[in-house]
Every structure is written in C-alpha cells, then in structure tokens.
C-alpha cells in the first residue's frame, strides 16, 4: 500500500514505538499480532490522507532508443513478468480501499478469511465477495491490456 520503502520503513517504526507505549493496555498478549495490523492499517491511511499525491506504484522508464534494445529469452521473461506487475499494481492502485485491502491482505500478507475479518471488523462472507470482486477486477483489466 506504500510505493515508498523509507516511508513504509518509517510507519513501522512509529508502529513499534506506539505499541512499546501502548504494551500495559492490550489486554490479551495473543492479539497483539491483530493490534499491530490494524495500527499499521490505521497509520498507512493517515498518510495517505496528508498526501496530496494519489498515484502511488509508479514508475518512470526512459528509454532513450527503443529499437536498438534487444531483448534476451530471460530478459524478455523479466519484462513481461514486470508488465503483469505493473499492471496489477496500476489496477490495485485505482481500485477502491475496499477491494484493495482484503486483496493486499489475502495474497500478500498471507492471511485467512477469519483474520482479515478481524481486522477489518466484517464478516468473512464478505470478505470472500470483496476478494472474489476485486480478482474479477484484476482478472478483467489484465486480459485487456494483455490483448
């Protein structure tokens, strides 16, 4: 959700730092994990509310002279392999929070059904509709650029 590794790098350590001040008021040691979600949620949407920048993901790529590249097997594997990135990321980036998130959470972080919910505070059926919703989405946006 940030394109920014110092910023990123940055709320993960406020995050700490909160939660090294907050540590005596969780009541369960065991849903610290959940805490620490939902405060790095929670500080990632602060930042972007005090960006005026909305375009996140991006990347500049000159090339000077195009027709003069040549791609190699690998180098046209990686290539097209970053299209498809870009393009998800592109995609993710224009997609409302709703959908973004419970993407971002299901295959990225790796999280069930039944966490995301927690952390999102809905019921896990409508975290599969929001996932199955945004994977259409992407599924639908990828196969007409690849086209």
């Known amino acids: 959700m940030l394109s ?3 910023i990123a790098e940055d709320i993960v350590q406020d995050v700490f730092l909160k939660l090294f001040d907050n540590l005596d008021k969780i009541r369960k040691k065991e849903s610290i994990e959940f805490w620490l979600i939902k405060t790095v ?6 930042y972007h509310r005090n ?3 909305k375009k996140l993901f991006k990347e500049a790529i000159e090339i000077e002279d195009i027709e003069n590249l040549v791609l190699t097997d690998s180098l046209a594997e990686n290539f097209e392999e970053n299209e498809i990135k870009e393009i998800i990321l592109d995609e993710l980036n224009r997609m409302q929070d709703i959908f973004k998130e419970v993407f ?5 972080a790796l999280m ?5 919910a ?3 505070g809905i019921n896990e059926e409508l975290v599969k509709s ?3 919703k945004a994977r259409q989405k992407l599924i639908d946006k990828i196969s007409d650029k690849i086209r």
């Open 4 to 6: 920014n590794q110092t």
């Open 104 to 108: 971002i959470l299901k295959e990225y």
């Open 41 to 46: 949620r929670n500080e990632i949407f602060s």
């Open 118 to 120: 927690c952390i999102l």
């Open 112 to 116: 069930s059904y039944k966490e995301i």
């Open 51 to 53: 960006q005026t920048e």
């Open 130 to 132: 929001r996932l199955y």
